[in-house]
């Protein structure tokens, strides 16, 4: 199994909802990630676990909270999101999460927020 | 703070014609990915650059990584127009990886 499965592939919500997307991986990663990209332009990276830990937060702001329940799942709880929020949000992992390495994208949430 | 500039932002390439994409980086790294992207797609991992002098091959395309000018290359061969996406290369900076602005090739017949 290569893959890095996302849900839900399409998501629209208002500013007062509050929404998670779902990230899960079972090639035995130890180091997930997620990036935001909007239209025409290259992934920001937002977080990175590593070993089930958070080790990188972006300076993304409170609205947007991660969670690693283990090592194979990735959340993303979105709360009181800006329609400036609406953008593809891309889950990858890498096999270390001691180096970066190579790495393997699911094909993204594409949220929306009015 | 790592900058990563890719040249040209966009291509429009006639079908059979070659053409490089090239990728500048401004600090110290050994690693280098490129990466293709379709229209509303995810991101596809095409080369996995490890070393300086790592020259890799697929098809058509052909990478290279020359660290000591802080520069990568994705040269196209006789480009088909199964070849048009967004091309982005990305450098590897220990902790994370940092991408170019990506480059939008176009391959008309």
């Known amino acids: 199994d290569t893959e890095v499965t996302q849900t839900p592939k399409h998501l629209v919500m208002g500013m007062t909802n509050k929404k998670s997307l779902k990230c899960e991986q079972h090639m035995g990663h130890r180091a997930m990630y997620w990036y935001k990209q909007k239209a025409k332009k290259p992934p920001e990276l937002m977080f990175v676990y590593s070993y089930e830990k958070l080790s990188i937060n972006e300076s993304v702001p409170s609205r947007f909270s991660p969670e690693c329940p283990n090592s194979s799942l990735l959340n993303l709880h979105l709360h009181a999101l800006q329609p400036e929020d609406s953008a593809l949000y891309l889950c990858?992992?890498?096999?270390?999460?001691?180096?970066?390495?190579?790495?393997?994208f699911g094909e993204g949430s594409r949220l929306t927020v009015l | 703070e790592l900058k990563v500039e890719q040249n040209p932002l966009f291509l429009s390439m006639q079908e059979g014609k070659n053409y490089t994409i090239y990728c500048n980086y401004s600090?110290?790294?050994?690693?280098l990915y490129w990466y293709r992207q379709d229209p509303g797609k995810s991101l596809e991992s095409l080369f996995v650059l490890l070393s300086n002098g790592a020259v890799k091959q697929e098809g058509r395309l052909m990478a290279s990584l020359d660290t000591k000018a802080r520069l990568s290359t994705l040269h196209i061969t006789a480009a088909v127009h199964d070849l048009s996406a967004t091309y982005f290369c990305a450098v590897d900076m220990g902790h994370k990886l940092v991408f170019g602005a990506g480059t939008i090739l176009r391959v008309k017949s």
């Open positions: 990858a992992s890498s096999f270390t999460g001691l180096n970066t390495g190579e790495l393997f």
């Open positions: 600090t110290t790294s050994d690693r």
